[in-house]
């Protein structure tokens, strides 16, 4: 939880208990069985409930490795050289798949990752023949991973699925109460990505649930702390409680709950945007052969009066959860057309100032009239609007959004992909949106300047991608000279990081405008 929410949510609680505490306190012992027995049985609920929703997830993830697979089959038998190229396309094209690999007579003869190789194949050491946990193997040395396996007539293909994606289901189907792991054969991966021998004794003292995938050869076991049912108690049963007490407790009580609820992130949020807390700040952007100033990304900052500068991660997803995100991206690119009037007589031709958008904004014809403002008011045609999509959010683009696209085209208005290889962009995806820039997200910009490091490969592919495309690159993140040393001889178009520039208010935007070089 942002500190900004636990700072908040404390004030309000504090505010409730002073006030209701006196007459709430006698009838949160009444009824106490029952309510006891209610909420063990919530808590053995949601742990089931994570236990499948674990294993929906996790089959989703490897539903879109067997689709890879099936897509690769063909070439199973194929010299390598051939087929290399092609299987680092259907790799990068897979945002959940790390490698693909042939096998042909037992021997992995070609990777998507180094190209032609030889190693065992190892199938007795596959669950179901199909699946297998790897603490770790060459392609992640220091991560695990978790392999499906194709058989094919002429051999079998294997596709890589980085154990961060289980790792990041259990943790997120845990809530933070409980535990959970998923077993693979003999082994098991457990919340923190650790992989072991899979046990066989059943944890003392914890709520146990267990699903088992009707697809695929893997089992979920979620666990919660016993105890954990002191807080159901607490949290779901006040009311039961408050009802069995007296008159003048029930009201305390309910006073208290009222204004629990009543307290709401998104409360917060209109509060900080009616007070002209929401600020824009403008981190730079750079042509990475020439260092000169190619744009800047405009992002959100709270600063709040009590808590200090927010970063927009710690309340973007508050606003998207509460549907502020659209009005808080509209208010942030009015802010900006009155600011950047100071500074645009010092932007160079072709200037890009990028605005993050959701899919929801372009689904509203809202997208279409700020633009149409922010160009007629500030932006002239030496200078382009640039809408970035954030690649968490899954996009459908039908008639009606395919027309507010077109129309923004014909303002001069641009767009970018951000984050991309994280989310749930595929090949499809960047093709029907046709997409001017591709923003490689900074997971792929560390370790970059290791050799023959899966960043490198992944980097190298992506750049291969966007030329292919005919998209420019731009690489966010970069934090040492060694990461902008590798990307420039990658071909990476852009760089934008702390090492060039952090993101500040519009007074140092515009001294380095006035400098014009990073």
Known sequence: MPDWLAKTRRRARARAVLISVAVALLPLFLACPIALSEAQRDLQGDVSEAAHSAISQIGHILEA??????????????????????????????????????VQNGDIYCASVDGAVSAPEEPERYA?????????????????????????????????????????????????????????????????????????????????????????????????????????????????LVLMGLLSAIAGVASYRGMLRGFAPSRELLRALEADEILPYYQPIFYAGTGEIYGVEVLMRWKSPVDG????????????????IVPMTNYIAQRCQRELIAVQGLMPHNFRVSINISAKHLKTSEIINLCQDLISSVFTTKIIVVLEMVEREQLIVDQEMQQHIEKLRELGVEFALD???TGYSGLS?????????LKVDKIFVRGCDEPNSVPLQILTNIVDLSHRFKMRTVAEGVETAAQRDVLVRLGI?????????????????????ESGRR
């Open 128 to 240: 179901d023949g199909r699946l297998r946990l790897m603490a770790r193997n060459l392609a992640t040395p220091r991560s695990p991973v978790l392999i499906y396996r194709l058989r094919t007539a002429a051999g079998s293909v294997l596709v890589g699925i980085a154990g961060e994606h289980l790792r990041d289901v259990l943790q997120l189907v845990g809530r933070g109460h409980m535990g959970a792991r998923a077993a693979i054969g003999d082994l098991e991966i457990d919340q923190a990505g650790s992989v072991s021998t899979k046990s066989t004794n059943p944890p003392a003292g914890r709520t146990i649930a267990r699903a088992q995938s009707g697809v695929f050869p893997i089992i979920v076991e979620t666990t919660a702390d016993d105890n954990e049912v002191w807080r159901y108690f607490s949290d779901k049963y006040a009311s039961i």
């Open 419 to 421: 984050d991309f290889g």
């Open 65 to 102: 490795a067997r689709v890879v697979a099936a897509q690769a089959a063909p070439f199973v038998g194929t010299p390598c050289p051939q087929v290399e190229t092609e299987l680092r396309r259907l790799t990068v094209a897979a945002a959940l798949v790390r490698s693909t690999n042939l």
């Open 309 to 324: 500068l927010i970063p927009a991660d710690h309340f973007i997803p508050f606003a998207e959860e509460n549907g502020l």
């Open 429 to 437: 995806y960047v093709q029907s949106m046709r997409f001017d820039t």
């Open 493 to 513: 178009d852009c760089l934008q990081g702390y090492l060039l520039g952090r993101p500040g208010p519009l007074e140092e935007l515009s001294a380095l405008l």
